[in-house]
């Protein structure tokens, strides 16, 4: 059974950083394409960035370009965001998500999400 658990997320003021982290479970993570996605009250979620299952080539929105950074772990089977810059509409509930395509996971398709994590950037 394939698990993703969020932690790291919190409160923090503008121009913060967070680091969410996503422990993965039940299957071989290094064969897999990671992502991290979010979802703000009210709006309908949304593509952040992806990284390929051998690290490499990452793929990014352009409101996260230069702040946020994605990366992975193989030997720890973690993949994590780090967040920079922080801005009040990054407030979100901030999911990851695995899939065997990297195209289907830049498409917002995934065979598996997590439950997310609470980010709140305050003014």
């Known amino acids: 059974q394939v698990q993703l658990v969020e932690s790291g997320g919190g409160l923090v003021q503008a121009g913060g950083s967070l680091r969410l982290s996503c422990a993965a479970s039940g299957r071989t993570f290094s064969s897999y394409a990671m992502g991290w996605f979010r979802q703000a009250p009210g709006k309908e979620r949304e593509f952040v960035t992806t990284i390929p299952m051998s690290a490499g080539i990452t793929y990014a929105a352009d409101f996260v370009k230069g702040r946020f950074t994605i990366s992975r772990d193989n030997a720890k089977n973690t993949v994590y965001l780090q967040m920079n810059s922080l801005k009040p509409e990054d407030t979100a509930v901030y999911y990851c998500?695995?899939?065997?395509?990297?195209?289907?996971?830049?498409?917002?398709?995934?065979?598996?999400w997590g439950q997310g994590t609470q980010v709140t950037v305050s003014s």
């Open positions: 998500a695995e899939d065997s395509s990297l195209y289907r996971l830049n498409e917002g398709r995934a065979d598996y």
